[in-house]
């Protein structure tokens, strides 16, 4: 398996306009979660699926941010617009239940995200 | 509230040296704790994952200890090499937290000099 593959791996953007990050998750894992990650915060933990579904997006900063989930294989986290106070790393991360505490998270690679 | 908290928050040491890590949490109640290593440009990879009954666990160079009493864990990295640069991530669950019952530490960011 491929992993966690996760699309741009670096985006530079201009302030206002939208971005939108992709994600596919490892084949066969019911869970499917998008972090953000700052030097000042660390990870945050934005929005998770389960089997498709958002569960949980408390975490989701703003009305700016929607994700979605279509498929068992593929995820979007779209910004729009854009502020230069979402410069972060966002990663996508997958995981098998039941014991999902136990087996953890598979991470992608992450997307470097700079608005100017 | 739940908190992990993670030091010395850098470091950096000579190749070949021992170094320790430390992770304090005040995560209850307690279910796990998972150590990550995360590179620069890529996104953490498990190295260890603890339970409230083990005290000591290895994975190669790395070893992991975890006192659930007074809620501390640490990572010790033995003959450190160029490849252990890194920030270190500590990570509690909490039991009946759910798939989002994580609390993640900010990590130590390691540099091994040569």
């Known amino acids: 398996d491929a992993g966690v593959i996760q699309s741009p791996r670096h985006e530079v953007t201009e302030m206002g306009q939208e971005v939108t990050l992709r994600c596919k998750p490892i084949?066969?894992?019911?869970?499917l979660f998008w972090y953000r990650q700052t030097m000042m915060r660390g990870l945050e933990l934005l929005i998770y699926?389960?089997?498709?579904?958002?569960?949980?997006d408390s975490g989701m900063p703003e009305d700016r941010f929607s994700a979605k989930m279509p498929n068992a294989s593929f995820s979007t986290l779209k910004i729009q617009p854009s502020e230069p106070r979402d410069s972060a790393v966002y990663f996508c991360?997958?995981?098998?239940?039941?014991?999902?505490?136990?087996?953890?998270?598979?991470f992608g690679s992450g997307t470097r995200l700079t608005v100017v | 509230k739940n908190q992990v908290e993670q030091s010395p928050q850098s470091l950096i040491i000579l190749e070949g040296k021992n170094c320790t890590l430390q992770?304090?949490?005040?995560?209850?109640?307690?279910?796990?704790l998972r150590w990550y290593k995360q590179d620069t440009g890529r996104g953490p990879v498990s190295l260890t994952i603890?339970?409230?009954?083990?005290n000591t666990k290895s994975n190669g160079r790395y070893t992991a200890t975890l006192d659930a009493d007074t809620k501390q864990s640490s990572l010790h990295i033995t003959a450190s090499q160029l490849s252990d640069s890194a920030s270190y991530i500590c990570?509690?669950?909490?039991?009946?937290?759910?798939?989002?019952?994580?609390?993640f530490g900010k990590g130590t960011h390691l540099i091994i000099q040569p």
């Open positions: 991360a997958s995981s098998l239940a039941p014991s999902i505490q136990y087996y953890g998270y598979t």
């Open positions: 084949s066969g894992h019911d869970y």
């Open positions: 699926f389960n089997n498709n579904v958002p569960i949980d």
């Open positions: 992770c304090n949490y005040t995560v209850s109640p307690f279910s796990n």
């Open positions: 603890m339970t409230f009954s083990e």
């Open positions: 990570v509690v669950s909490a039991q009946g937290g759910g798939a989002d019952g994580l609390t």
